[in-house]
């Protein structure tokens, strides 16, 4: 049994591309189901963010696997494989593994070291288990990318300083409030914002983190929340300070604005050129953090707004994460030693320990079964004698399992090893 993994993001992708190819959180159970029916995948997990739409799986065929994966992702993003097949990239066995260690522990991210990478691999893990779709294998391997991720995080320095999507985005927003581009620079907690109104249009992860952190900012004239639940904008508005306004509000609340935040899950375009009309040509910094795209590309035409997305986000974190980089090499210590822990136990465990116990449990029964019926012959014997007997036949067995149990456990975290795994089974007629 291999575990594999199919994907692209924003290394190897274009953002339209990650657009087609992104599965919200909604649609999740729907995309597991089908990815769950395809003939060559076992277990599967569906990680997706602004940034990536990776799939794990298990499968005795690599290739065939693999087919099932890019066939999905084709019908998913209503596209020709062709499209997108130079952007995908795959790994299977130890590098698939070794891969969402690193996606977990940030070191894979645009941002590096991000923090909402590690809840978002723990919530997809969540996400496979209680739809039935993941077991054992990506069970395991969750959790150890889950753990690598924290000591990571907590060993090194990699998450010191600016690592989330939502903060570069502030500090984007705020740097050119301020005067003007400086990567690294100390926004939005210095002042960047002051005498500024904001507005964040989306309640949901992105958008309260984004209004968590320009409401504490220094000197901030207004942060208004729009979102089309107005219960929800209203709960974030009350937890942060900020100020409430409907839906239909939003047109005028965005033509005061100095800045703005675009951070919902719509799966289209919300906000467009009219929207910011009768501006005048005041200045208005917008940010577009959805996936696919929150705001049309004809608003950077309005005479006064400056717009960015994604790919702006990610050139102005690479600028600003130079001292962290200088982490990676322990960071990639910690991935290292966790992902030995991984091929040591998890695969063990899941393929190579359930077989090996079934065939010494047959091997016990049939010991025990021959024992019986020479019972009668036996009889005579004295108990020391009995004993020794017992201990003889133990020992055989013992000897004999010995090493197809070492090497079958040497190579169980290798697509080798479910193979010969299988074939123990098949050849001892063996029912792990």
């Keep these: 049994m291999s575990v594999v993994v199919v994907g692209l993001n924003h290394r190897s992708a274009p953002l339209d591309v990650l657009e087609r190819t992104a599965v919200p959180g909604d649609a999740l159970p729907k995309a597991l189901a089908d990815l769950a029916g395809r003939p060559h995948l076992d277990e599967v997990m569906v990680v997706s963010t602004c940034m990536r739409t990776e799939v794990y799986a298990t499968t005795e065929r690599f290739h065939g696997a693999l087919g099932d994966i890019r066939d999905f992702l084709a019908m998913w993003s209503g596209t020709p494989p062709e499209t997108f ?202 940010v577009d953090l959805g996936v696919p795209r929150n705001v049309d590309a004809a608003v950077a035409d309005v005479p006064g707004v400056e717009l960015f997305d994604l790919a702006d986000l990610q050139a102005h974190a690479d600028a600003a994460v130079a001292g962290r980089r200088a982490e990676v090499p322990a960071a990639q210590e910690i991935l290292a030693e966790e992902l030995e822990r991984w091929v040591g136990t998890s695969s063990e465990r899941s393929v190579a320990a359930p077989v090996v116990a079934a065939l010494h449990r047959k091997a016990e029964g049939i010991r025990a079964a021959e024992l019986q019926r020479a019972a009668s012959r036996l009889a005579e014997l004295e108990p020391e004698e009995r004993r020794a007997v017992e201990a003889l036949t133990r020992g055989i067995v013992a000897k004999l399992l010995h090493d197809p149990t070492v090497r079958l456990k040497a190579v169980s975290g290798e697509a080798r090893g479910g193979r010969l795994a299988g074939s123990l089974a098949e050849l001892f007629d063996l029912d792990p």
């Design 85 to 286: 097949s130079t952007s995908l990239y795959d790994y299977h066995d130890r590098a698939a593994a070794g891969h969402l260690l690193r996606v977990a522990a940030g070191l894979d991210s645009a941002v590096l070291g991000e923090g909402e990478i590690l809840r978002q691999v723990r919530s997809a893990g969540d996400v496979a288990r209680e739809e039935r779709a993941a077991g054992p294998v990506l069970g395991e391997l969750v959790r150890r990318a889950v753990e690598a991720g924290k000591r990571v995080r907590s060993e090194t320095a990699i998450s010191r300083g600016t690592t989330s999507l939502p903060h570069t985005a502030a500090m984007l927003a705020g740097s050119h409030l301020a005067g003007g581009p400086a990567p690294g620079a100390p926004c939005p907690g210095a002042g960047c914002f002051s005498g500024r109104r904001v507005v964040v249009v989306g309640a949901g992860e992105m958008g309260s983190a984004l209004t968590g952190l320009v409401a504490s900012a220094e000197g901030v004239a207004a942060v208004l929340v729009v979102n089309r639940t107005s219960a929800r904008a209203e709960a974030l508005a009350r937890a942060t300070g900020a100020t409430a306004v409907p839906w239909d509000g939003l047109s005028e609340a965005l033509g005061s604005a100095d800045a703005v935040f675009c951070a919902t899950d719509a799966a289209g375009t919300l906000l467009g050129p009219d929207h910011f009309a009768g501006r005048d040509g005041r200045r208005c910094v917008v």
